[in-house]
């Protein structure tokens, strides 16, 4: 198995893998589940194929386990996403079943077969014959572990939640439904997050969290491992601007955002000059650069936007989404939640 960073050029300090007993009875798995075959398959598998043009190119594939033997997929044609696969580059979807523990899928050209963490790749119709292989790899955030830099605040790293309100651990992890007990105007904050295995959830009911930015902004957190990567999915700006790339990793496997933010703006009589901006990395990679927010997102939109900042809220949607290094950089003075919901009484 190989395993790959998906931001070589930054070093990090790995955090000890920490994991917490399955809820495998609700549908969900916080650990790898014993003896299931479909887990086994899924996952992101790395190769060559010999294109139309009888040129060697890299190929990715993306496989993900839907329950009870039942598969969807994706090949990508130049690697993978962030590794290799241009943005605009070909897409190929498969579908198919699990006899035993060989996986076939097929699509429109072609028909994959996988067995054991290998992968053989056919070309199918008139003539066919074997075009290319890729076996099983790991690929890990360039950001995993990364240490707090100097005057950071440290939210959570395992040992108490003091600085979060309704902050619960579990094995060492945070669970979902939290919020900070401060309020930060413009920073830049950073997370890790494992998605449970929920292979029998469907859309908005697989892994769903999200990160909302002072109570107002969405970013999502969705298990949206080998989906288009729409303005709902993992690395939106909810509803609002679907990210630039699906960077989502495979469920149980631990993923990084890397979020910037600076509030929006307001002159003295209370009214906006300037809108919120963001730049957000999903695993390392830019998924929403450089971005203007003008309105408020999902939830937030009952909120409003205002003239002071609000705590950072991780969403519970009873769905059992784990945390672990989590700190912010503030680049000014943060202020208390109470402070800031006295001003918005007034």
């Known amino acids: 198995m190989l395993r790959l960073s998906l931001l070589p050029a930054l070093l990090v300090l790995l955090l000890p893998l920490s994991v917490q007993a399955a809820d495998g009875d609700k549908g969900a798995w916080t650990e790898p589940p014993e003896g299931d075959a479909d887990y086994a398959l899924q996952g992101e598998y790395l190769g060559s194929i010999i294109d139309d043009h009888c040129c060697c190119q890299p190929v990715g594939l993306q496989v993900v386990a839907l329950g009870d033997g039942e598969f969807q997929a994706v090949e990508y044609l130049g690697g993978l996403p962030g590794y290799g696969w241009p943005i605009d580059g070909k897409r190929l979807k498969l579908a198919g079943t699990r006899e035993g523990d060989t996986l ?29 292989n890729a076996s099983f790899v790991e690929r890990e955030s360039g950001t995993l572990g990364a240490c707090p830099p100097c005057g950071a605040i440290v939210l959570f790293d395992g040992s108490n939640t003091d600085r979060l309100k309704n902050g619960q651990i579990v094995d060492g992890l945070l669970k979902e439904g939290f919020e900070t007990k401060d309020a930060y105007s413009d920073f830049h904050l950073h997370l890790e997050f494992r998605l449970p295995y929920m292979p029998k959830a469907r859309g908005q009911g697989r892994a769903n969290s999200g990160v909302y930015l002072q109570s107002r902004y969405e970013v999502q957190i969705l298990d949206s491992f080998g989906l288009d990567g729409e303005f709902n999915e ?31 703006r307001f002159d003295a009589d209370g009214k906006k000059i300037e809108d919120a901006h963001l730049t957000a990395w999903l695993n ?3 998924v929403q650069n450089d971005l203007d927010v ?18 950072t809220k991780f969403q519970n949607h009873n769905n059992p989404v784990r945390f672990r290094n989590m700190w912010i950089v503030s680049y000014d003075e943060p202020v208390s939640a109470d402070a800031g919901q006295k001003v918005a009484q007034r």
Not at 118 to 127: A, F, K, P, Q
Not at 256 to 262: K, L, N
Not at 300 to 309: L, Q, T
């Open 104 to 132: 076939t899928l097929t699509g429109e050209s072609q028909q994959i077969t996988i067995k054991n963490g290998h992968s053989i790749i056919r070309r199918i119709g008139d003539y066919e014959r074997v075009v290319g």
């Open 234 to 264: 993992c690395g939106a700006l909810y509803r609002e601007r679907k990210p630039d790339l699906n960077m989502c990793l495979p469920p149980l496997a631990w993923q990084t955002y890397d979020i910037w933010f600076r509030q929006a």
């Open 284 to 286: 390392g990679v830019p």
């Open 294 to 311: 003008p309105t408020p997102t999902g939830g937030g939109k009952r909120v409003g936007e205002k003239p002071f900042p609000l705590p």
